[in-house]
């Protein structure tokens, strides 16, 4: 019977024995230092035991900041071999706290902020048209869109053309000349519509355009290195591909509208985009709004830098009018016509919201950005928390939902709202 329902749902098998498949980083966990209880940090790891119990997701990592500390840093499951097809006989190999995984579309937040120093450094200013950078971009009725609508995915241009060849986004010219052939739904940026993989390569273009250099230089030059990541970068090495977790397309498979709603933000059905993710060409491509590849670790050092106003470790990474910048509210909250959920966006993240938002109840000071619906990456500064829940699955309506709802909340309930002096980035 276990077995049938595992069929039926497309979910990995899931030890008695949680431990067995679990790593902490105990050194790296330091609750007491910020006066964190064990009990806190222990009942917000039993809700992603309880996420990862769903099945849906054969890999966890997790690491939280708060007041700068990291009190909790654990990964649980594999990072390959107990996809929902996998045999007894597939070789498993553990998901550690150090193990790569793609962040997907929480590369974006990563994106926009490069996007946002190009501005700090006077080499682009957000507010001009896309084509004044470049100029071919003006075909089709473009000539007026900018930089900022594309960051804040009022652009236009939310998806490639319908029977786009799938190896097409790991060549960039290709992608480019087709973007800029393509015409845009609208241009007065009045609408949001979630662009999940389009945005990054006009951005790309952009800044290697005003740089002369590429866009996996300047991260490494401007992020990764200065704040010591030792993965961060957009795809893997090829001769590292192996130690890069491997994502599943698991839980019930999507149908109609949902299904719908999934080809037309991602291009395709959820087989095949299992398909393409694993593709080495698209782990070892550059895809700024979808391949980023890191731990949970680091992608929380990076919304902790925010949260520090652009330092990290004592070395400004960026002016804190450029983080207040990245994070400032635009427009108002709107039905995204991609996703069909309601959205509030800054220029390059995903903002939350009170009484209740993407980030949890009273979210309002809070700012992140989603990978490929399950992976959480997000800061608040009305709590002076950074976190990072990254996943291994690809369910998209699934019986994980409530578990997944519920570590968010358990996490806001844990960091309580702090008096608004002690906070960081006090926000208005």
């Not at 006077?122 to 004044?132: K, S, T």
Request: proline fraction near 7%.
């Amino acid at each position: 019977m276990k077995q049938l329902a595992r069929r039926a749902f497309h979910t990995s098998a899931i030890p008695k024995d949680l431990d067995s498949v679990t790593c902490r980083d105990s050194a790296g966990e330091n609750p007491a230092l910020v006066g964190v209880s064990p009990e806190s940090v222990e009942t917000i790891w039993r809700s992603v035991q309880r996420l990862y119990r769903s099945g849906v997701h054969p890999g966890i990592q997790v690491s939280i900041r708060h007041r700068g500390e990291q009190v909790l840093h654990r990964a649980i499951g594999h990072a390959t071999g107990n996809g929902p097809d996998d045999g007894p006989d597939t070789p498993r190999v553990a998901m550690t706290t150090d193990t790569p995984v793609c962040y997907f579309s929480a590369s974006k937040a990563v994106t926009a902020l490069i996007m946002h120093l190009l501005a700090e450094q006077g080499l682009v200013n957000l507010m001009d048209p896309v084509a004044y950078y470049c100029p071919e971009f003006a075909q089709s009725g473009k000539r007026t869109i900018t930089v900022h609508q594309i960051l804040s995915h009022r652009g236009g241009i939310p998806a490639i053309p319908k029977d786009t060849p799938i190896d097409v986004l790991w060549d960039k010219d290709e992608i480019w000349r087709l973007l800029c052939e393509s015409k845009p739904v609208e241009v007065d940026g009045a609408k949001v519509a979630y662009h999940a993989i389009t945005g990054g390569f006009v951005l790309q273009r952009v800044l290697e355009k005003v740089t002369g250099d590429s866009i996996e230089n300047f991260l490494d030059r401007h992020l990764r290195q200065p704040m010591g990541m030792k993965w961060f970068t957009y795809g893997i090495d090829p001769a590292r591909l192996d130690q890069l977790s491997l994502t599943y397309a698991t839980g019930p498979r999507p149908t109609p509208p949902v299904s719908w709603v999934v080809k037309r933000a991602l291009g395709g059905d959820i087989k095949t985009i299992e398909e393409v993710v694993n593709d080495p060409r698209f782990q070892a491509a550059v895809i700024p709004a979808g391949n980023l590849c890191g731990t949970a670790e680091e992608m929380s050092r990076f919304y902790q830098m925010m949260l520090n106003g652009g330092v990290w470790n004592g070395k400004r990474i960026c002016q804190e009018i450029t983080v207040r910048r990245a994070i400032q509210q635009f427009g108002s909250l709107q039905i995204d016509r991609t996703m069909l959920v309601p959205m509030r966006f800054s220029a390059g993240l995903m903002l939350g919201g009170n009484p209740v938002g993407i980030w949890g109840p009273q979210s309002r000071y809070a700012f992140g950005h989603l990978g490929l619906i399950n992976k959480l990456c997000w800061a608040d500064a009305g709590r002076d928390i950074s976190v990072s829940m990254l996943n291994t699955g690809l369910p998209i309506v699934a019986h994980h939902i409530p578990a997944l709802m519920r570590f968010v909340q358990t996490v806001c309930r844990e960091f309580p709202l702090m008096p608004e002096q002690e906070r960081p980035l006090v926000l208005a």
